[in-house]
């Protein structure tokens, strides 16, 4: 049946359709909000980025600022290194000569380093403190004699002053017959040791009884006179005197072994005859050392030395060697008026002075002590010598001498050697 409206009324729809209706009624509000909420998502978020982005910038900022003073530090760091470096290999001013300085202990680097420009040894030594700075120099200051060459670079001047393993070796040649005040001057050229400073080292009481030597009582005696072997040596740069002393002492020993050992009966019966001990056995070579030119000679003329101290006859013992009149001169000349213009030829008044204690014109038997540091044949002659009638020699040219048996004898061969020395 078919209904009918009434007039003026609406046609009512079905309740499936305003469901529909209001649903989608409720749509447009949904999105909306939904909308509004991404876009407060979407503004939150560009704040918080926005922040961050803030945050960072300083942050970057510092840490670029950190890494360009890192990096300019470093390349200033190289830059004086590289300096330094040049400076270290640079020579310092221009002499050939040698400088010797007491180095106190406990010196800073900039204190060596003033040390050394007093003395002339640089000319920059803000740089040369700067390096031993940089090279820590000062934990390896050797205190005491220091022997320095004026052209040497910063880097040998460490070296020096620490006396490291790298310093350069001297060879050091020692002949026969040498003193030990020409020893000392040949290792200062040479660079190895101040000349005061090693002879005092040779004074040193302590360490010559080390080495069982008894050198007496006179004052002028008590040295290593006599136990400063004659050999090559290879010595460092700058060493302590008292190493160099010992490294002296300790061949002389090594070889007065090897000699003694195949002479233990002529040792014995100098001992016997004369009570020599090593110290006169050496203290006469010595004076065979100074005495001899040929090798053929050195017996007989310590034969001649010995005939004299054995014979009962020759009276009074005096061995009238010139030689130890001339070391008398070396070792006391501030008190001996007679040396006072000495140049190394000795003079009569020079052999009479009464006050020249090595004068064997004056005084019987051997000098105090050894007048040079005698080699192994001048030893070996010594312990070789045999008796023999022999009493007198005197030099009769190149290089030998007349031995007589008498004074007569002797006296015409001074006579000889004057003629043929005054070319008559």
């Not at 009638?389 to 008498?406: D, P």
């Amino acid at each position: 049946m078919v209904s009918k409206r009434r007039p003026g009324s609406r046609a009512r729809k079905p309740k499936r359709a305003r469901a529909a209706q209001g649903k989608s009624s409720k749509l447009p509000s949904r999105r909306k909000k939904n909308t509004q909420q991404a876009a407060a998502r979407r503004k939150s978020a560009a704040k918080t980025k926005a922040s961050k982005s803030k945050e960072g910038r300083p942050k970057n900022k510092r840490l670029w600022m950190f890494f360009g003073w890192v990096g300019a530090l470093v390349i200033a760091a190289l830059l004086i290194g590289l300096g330094l470096n040049r400076f270290a290999t640079e020579r310092g001013p221009e002499n050939e000569h040698l400088t010797s300085l007491a180095l106190p202990e406990g010196l800073t680097e900039r204190e060596a380093a003033e040390l050394l420009a007093q003395v002339g040894l640089t000319d920059s030594p803000w740089l040369l403190a700067s390096y031993f700075v940089l090279t820590r120099a000062s934990h390896c200051f050797q205190p005491g004699p220091h022997l320095l060459p004026r052209a040497a670079t910063g880097r040998q001047l460490r070296s020096l002053l620490c006396r490291t393993d790298e310093r350069e070796m001297a060879k050091v040649i020692v002949p026969e017959g040498f003193t030990r005040f020409d020893v000392a001057k040949r290792l200062e050229r040479r660079g190895v040791v101040g000349s005061s400073a090693f002879l005092r080292a040779t004074e040193r009481r302590v360490m010559l009884a080390e080495f069982g030597i008894d050198a007496g009582s006179l004052p002028e005696a008590e040295s290593a006179e006599g136990y400063l072997f004659p050999a090559t040596y290879d010595i460092p740069l700058d060493s302590p005197p008292v190493r160099v002393v010992r490294r002296f002492l300790t061949e002389s020993t090594k070889r007065w072994s090897r000699i003694a050992s195949g002479h233990e009966q002529s040792q014995a019966e100098l001992k016997r005859e004369f009570g020599f001990g090593r110290h006169d056995i050496v203290t006469l070579a010595s004076m065979v050392e100074k005495e001899a030119v040929m090798d053929d000679e050195r017996e007989q003329i310590a034969s001649v030395f010995l005939n004299r101290l054995r014979d009962p006859t020759f009276q009074p013992k005096y061995l009238q060697s010139d030689p130890t009149a001339a070391y008398g001169c070396r070792v006391m000349s501030t008190r001996l008026a007679s040396c006072r213009d000495f140049d190394g030829k000795v003079t009569p008044p020079i052999n009479r002075d009464r006050n020249n204690r090595y004068s064997t014109y004056t005084y019987e038997g051997l000098p105090p002590g050894p007048i040079a540091n005698p080699g192994e044949a001048s030893i070996k002659a010594v312990l070789a010598a045999k008796p023999t009638s022999m009493l007198y020699f005197v030099a009769k040219g190149a290089g030998r001498h007349a031995f007589s048996a008498t004074y007569k004898e002797h006296l015409k061969a001074v006579s000889r050697w004057r003629q043929l020395r005054d070319g008559r």
